[in-house]
């Protein structure tokens, strides 16, 4: 059973910095994107940044957080992360990292993702 597992989420001041982790098991890694989503209080989930499998050399950025976050991978810790810095209040969601079923499957709609982790909350005060 393939389990995703995030932490490091928190409350922050604006301007300040957080880094998310997500960790995978039950399959190999490194054969498969990994993306970062948030929701808010609206419905579904907002597209954050995704890195392809392997040596993650794509990555994508959605333009809210584009030169702010950056998205990295350490295939030996089986590990995803998701570097936030210059955060602002808008910025406040639960962050979910997310994988595909397919090796093959690299984007960044929710719909395209079928494993989920269980969110972390993060809280950027003003």
């Known amino acids: 059973q393939v389990q995703l597992v995030e932490s490091g989420g928190g409350l922050v001041q604006a301007g300040g910095s957080l880094r998310l982790s997500c960790t995978a098991s039950?399959?190999?890694?490194?054969?498969?994107?990994m993306a970062w989503f948030r929701q808010t209080s609206g419905p579904g989930r907002e597209f954050v940044a995704v890195i392809s499998r392997d040596d993650g050399i794509a990555t994508k950025y959605a333009d809210a957080v584009k030169g702010r976050f950056t998205i990295a991978r350490d295939n030996a810790k089986n590990t995803v992360y998701l570097q936030m810095n210059s955060l602002t209040p808008e910025d406040t969601a639960v962050y979910y990292c997310?994988?595909?079923?397919?090796?093959?499957?690299?984007?960044?709609?929710?719909?395209?993702?079928?494993?989920w982790g269980q969110g972390t909350q993060v809280t950027v005060s003003s």
């Open positions: 039950g399959r190999p890694f490194s054969n498969y994107a």
């Open positions: 997310a994988s595909p079923y397919s090796s093959v499957t690299y984007g960044y709609t929710a719909n395209l993702f079928g494993i």
